[in-house]
């Protein structure tokens, strides 16, 4: 090896130059050539021991302390030799570049395949429109007509947090979905004036929506059948022979003038006591709804989203209002809605909030995870009433089981053996059993009903309506 300095050949493993004292630093293919000559005496060296232990005999190998039991061991020694020597130097700079490129390019490979499989992971949904349908008639029988319009509530209770933009993969509000729907869809109907109340008129649904397929919406059964209820009956008119001279009758019509005078002026009272008492109304429930808002919350896996003031119950002397609180539900990924009530009480004392316990079962369909969760208030308006019932209770403005209208049959209220079923006109399933409710969707083909409770039975419930009446399976509700 020469010495960089003063170019003179010096012992290889010299580290000061002996002529010019010039620290001596081997280059990269020194130190390989070094390397590669101590491996190479090495195994000549190992070759050796071998040649001259095939010329020993027995008895001079088994006293031998240097002796080894299998080649095992030689390579063995072969190795920690190699490894004390070392491998040759490397280039770190480049070997950290190409570890940073490999990591980089690994990192991008798993974000587009994650993006990937979220894109598949978006759910495609059909939705019936048709359970969405607020249908009611108006007029006369006989000269009547359909209104026609959209029930936003239950859609978005349905809907908010299950629909997605497939391009931005931002949650779509299921709010603005439905008012857009509404401002795009037509209604078509068979007969569109001089309906009679039991007359059957076909309704179609044509909705005329471009960006359904950015949300992976299908709107499915866009027609079905409706029948005219509801319509006034007109008022017979009267002939000459009903009217009898007006001479004849001036002390009566007199009469009648007094007496409508004095009911005029009761209407007019009535009227200011009522203007009274909605204002005094109106004053509790805008008190009512800031209690809610303040102390009526969520958990770890529900969120309250809106309240609604059903009506009153009047008990002893005390007015309680009731409210229906709509929540939202968080289970794995999916969100569910569900909708309880209370009732609330303004005394001198403050705000006393009436309330039961109960659990909601609900299903997450995804991961087949069940999951209790725990809410204050009442499933039905029937149970918050049962709850006050003191024997003297009246209501005011409550929809409940003794003044509950079906829109179609079979909804209503159903109390089978230790069960309580409810199915209203939105096509909303409550099942209770104690304080457990679950909750799914209905619907009826002919005279046969299905219920779709997936967090109590994964098999769709079967019953056939006869007379008004559901006949189950023995074995359902067992």
Sequence with gaps: MKCKNCNKEIDENSKVCPFCGEKIIPSDEDLEDIQEESKGEALEEVDEDLDSEDNLSEEDLVDDDDYYDDEEEIYKDINDLLEELGPPKENKTKKLIATGLLAILVTLVAFFGFKKYKDSQIEELNIDLNYYLDISAVGENGDGGLDIKYDKESFINDYEGRIYDKKSKEQVSSARLIDELEKNTSFGVSKEHGLTNGEIVNITISVNYDKASDFNIKFTNQ???????????????LSPDDNPPAEENKEEDKEKEEDKKEEDKEKEDDKEDKE??????????DKFSKYIKDHIGGSELTSVTSHEFMGKALRSGEEIYVYKINSKEKIGDMTKAFDYYIGLIDKDSGIELVRDGLIHRSLDDKTDTYYDISYEGFALVDDLLSYLNDGDLKVDGLT?????????????????EGYSLFLDNDKNVKLATGSTVYTGKWSKDNNTLTLDIKSFSKDPIKANIVDGELEFDADVFG
């Design 223 to 237: 027609a079905r059948d409706y029948e005219v209820e509801g319509l006034k009956e007109k008022e017979a008119a």
């Design 276 to 285: 009274e008492n909605n204002q005094a109304s109106d004053d509790k429930k």
């Design 400 to 416: 409940y089981y003794d003044n509950f209208k079906a829109k179609e049959e079979p909804a209503g209220y159903y109390f089978l």
